[in-house]
Every structure is written in C-alpha cells, then in structure tokens.
C-alpha cells in the first residue's frame, strides 16, 4: 500500500501512532531544520522550521511567555537564530512582540523573517495594528503577516476592510507577503480558493489533535494550495504539545508531505528547541 491509499484508509482519518508506517512516509531526500525555503509567491526565504512562540497562546501571553518571561524567550529566539533556524512566528494573540523586538537587539534584521498575525476586521483596525505592530517588534516591515484564526467560511467578506489595509501595505513595502491561519476546514478550503492568500497556516499532524479534519482531507485542501502557488505553513505538528510523546512520528509525518514548505513548532526551552534540530533530520530519513 501506498501513503497516499494508507491515508485514505485509516481508520477515522487518523494514524495509529503506537503502529506508525515509517516506510510509507520514508524521504528520499534528508531534510533539516536549517533547510532554505522559498515561501509562496512573494519568495520569502524562511528556514524549514520556525519557532513558535504561541504555544497555548491567548490573551496576550502563552506558554513561552509565562514560562521564560522577556529575556529568556529573546534568548531562546536569539539561540535558535545561531543554529541557523531564522523563522520567527509570533503574534499579537500571544503577546510575543516584545520579545521579538528583545531578539532583535543581537540579531541583524534583515537576516531573519518575522511572521504576525492580526484579528483585525475594518480598514481602522488594521491600520492601528500595522502601526503598533511595527513599534512593538521594533522593525519598520512585517515579512508574513496573516489574518489570525479563520474560523467562518465567508471571512474574505468579514475582512475585506482588513485585507485591503495590508495589501496597500505590501505595495509600499511595509508588508512583505500575507495570507490566513485557519481553524476549520471551510475557512481553510477558503482559503484555498482566495487569490488574496499568497500563505496559509494550516494545523497538521498523523493523529488529528487540534485539526480542522481527518488528515487526508486536510492534505487534499493543501495540495490544492500548492498547486495555486501558495506557500503552505505547518502547524500544531505536535498537536499542541499533546504528540511530544510521539515527536518522532509526527516529525515523519509533516516532513514527508509535499505540500508543506515548513512548519512551526513552539520550543518552550533550549534543549527542546536542539532536539528538535537533531531529530527532524532524523525523522526524515527513517525507513
């Protein structure tokens, strides 16, 4: 049996995780963390993974926040960005500007590329957060700037006033590339459809843990992407921190499908953050 028939026939949609198919998801190629992708149309360069700052990320905190505070996640992003991971996913959900900006202080700009996100709506609001955004981050351009948590099929009606403020953005460089972070599967299969996403955040993994739908439905909407020449980035890899368990498995899983560019993952210490960087080589090449 094949990955894509495996997929199709597991049962409820999900991979039993205990019972994992390495062969079936085996590369032929060795990938790494550090890997150079060109994202979308735009062809923003991001490395393959990027650090997730969010990890139960509501309310202006998450748990890199309460955890390492100011300093330790600036240092966190700032030891990633040595080792060559220079992706940096933060939004105003979790409250992780000012860390980025902290970052920043030791890291040149233009070598690394910072993803936000908005819950903006109306062209007022947008234009309130690209200026505060800017100033809490400490940059005067956003590369990846995305339209936070999807959940209706007719957001591109919902947030028409938003989305017409970022593209004015990108056309004066403020905003390098722009798309979604979706949580259903009709605003994602929306997203697919939309000509204003040139980059979507879409929750992925073998188990179905915090998705939109049975993986092998999830994966049809992201070939779709692709195939429109979307950048496709990976999400909730680890289901939220509930796949740490089955980190290796989940790793393979994402690694091996051809409609992700890269993925994020929220490092919540040094050593998880460098065993990461150890094991996703790892998983790529394990048959």
């Known amino acids: 049996m094949n990955r894509r028939n495996f997929l199709r026939s597991a049962a409820a949609g999900s991979i039993a995780l205990h019972a994992f198919p390495h062969h079936l ?22 490395s393959r993974l990027a650090m ?8 202006g905190s998450s748990n890199q ?20 991971v220079t992706f940096w996913d933060s ?12 970052a920043l202080k030791r890291v040149q700009r233009e070598r690394v590329t910072i993803l936000t996100k908005t819950h903006a709506s109306t062209e ?36 028409k006033g938003a989305m017409a403020v970022i593209s004015e953005a990108q056309e004066k460089g403020i905003v390098r ?56 980035i990976g999400m909730k890899i680890l289901g939220a ?4 368990n089955r980190t290796d498995e989940s790793l393979q899983f994402a690694l091996a499908q051809d409609c992700l560019d890269c993925f994020t993952i929220g490092s919540e210490s040094r050593a998880e953050m460098e065993d990461l960087l150890r094991k996703i080589p790892a998983a790529s090449g394990r048959g």
């Open 25 to 46: 998801f085996a590369t032929t190629t060795k990938k790494y963390a550090t890997d150079r992708i060109k994202l979308g149309p735009r062809g923003v360069e991001v």
């Open 91 to 102: 939004a105003d959900q979790y409250g992780t500007h000012p860390h980025v900006k902290e």
């Open 177 to 232: 590339t722009h798309g979604t972070s979706c949580h259903t599967l009709g605003a994602l299969k929306a997203a697919a459809q939309n000509p204003w996403v040139e980059v979507d955040l879409a929750r992925i993994n073998p188990a179905q843990v915090a998705m939109d739908a049975e993986p092998s439905t999830v994966i049809s909407v992201l070939q779709e992407m692709k195939a429109a020449g979307k950048g496709v």
């Open 65 to 84: 926040t309460r955890q390492l505070g100011l300093k330790g996640l600036a240092e966190l992003l700032d030891a990633a960005y040595d080792q060559g």
């Open 124 to 159: 007022k609001e947008m234009r309130a957060d690209l200026d505060r955004f800017r100033r809490e981050l400490g940059t005067d351009y956003i590369d990846i700037l995305l339209l936070h948590c999807m959940i209706d099929d007719d957001w591109p009606e919902r947030k």
């Open 241 to 244: 921190g509930a796949l740490r």
């Open 52 to 59: 997730g700052t969010g990890t139960d990320g509501v309310g």
